[in-house]
Every structure is written in C-alpha cells, then in structure tokens.
C-alpha cells in the first residue's frame, strides 16, 4: 500500500502563511486524483483543493485566490501553501491521493489519506 505522511501545520495569526507537505511513502505510477480537505469541529470534511493528472485545479471558493495546491512528481510529494489565512480556516488538514503503484510485476490501486495535521489560525 501507499502510506501519505502530512506535515507543516501549527499555530499562526490571521493573516500568515503556512505550508503543508503530504508525502507518499512509494513511488506512484499514475495519479488519479490529489487533494487536500479540512475538517473542523462538528462541521463535516470538505474538499479545499483538487489537482488532476493533468495538472488541472481547484479550489473551494472560501479559499480561492489564498490557497495553492501543487505537487513534485519526483519527490512524489504534494503541497499545499495557505497565505492571508483566517480564523474560518482553522481545522484539521487531511491530504488524500488515489493512483496506482508499481509491485511483484502488476499495478496495483491504492486510496489512500494522510494522518490529518491542525491548522489554528488565531485572530
């Protein structure tokens, strides 16, 4: 199986910045989809943003023009770069990337999500 470790969360003041890192533990043969989505207290996990195979994005609309969702294929490693954050972002952060990888001759499918890491944007 593919194993995602996040990274890069923490505690920041309304209007920093911080960078998640979601790194897979395998090299991945093809990607079917990638993103990152939040979860916050009693609210139920939402879809923050997208990045296709083919490079193609999106973003929820509460975080348009904020966020920025890219990936390194080498280092088989996703990000997610957060500027002007606000108090509304605060949450846990769960990257989730569903491909293929290469094992024993075959290609084999894998769905998998990362530990979650918390963001606290405080005002």
């Known amino acids: 199986q593919v194993q995602l470790v996040e990274s890069g969360g923490g505690l920041v003041q309304s209007g920093g910045s911080l960078r998640l890192s979601c790194a897979a533990s395998r090299s991945i043969f093809s990607i079917t989809s990638m993103g990152w989505y939040r979860q916050a207290p009693g609210k139920e996990r939402e879809l923050v943003a997208a990045?296709?195979?083919?490079?193609?994005?999106n973003y929820a609309d509460s975080v348009k023009g904020r966020f920025t969702i890219s990936r390194d294929n080498a280092k088989n490693t996703m990000y997610l770069q957060m500027n002007s954050l606000k108090p509304e972002d605060t949450a846990v952060y769960y990257c989730n990337i569903e491909g293929f990888y290469s094992y024993d001759y075959a290609l084999r499918n894998f769905d998998s999500w990362g530990q979650g890491t918390q963001v606290t944007v405080s005002s």
């Open positions: 990045i296709s195979s083919g490079g193609n994005t």
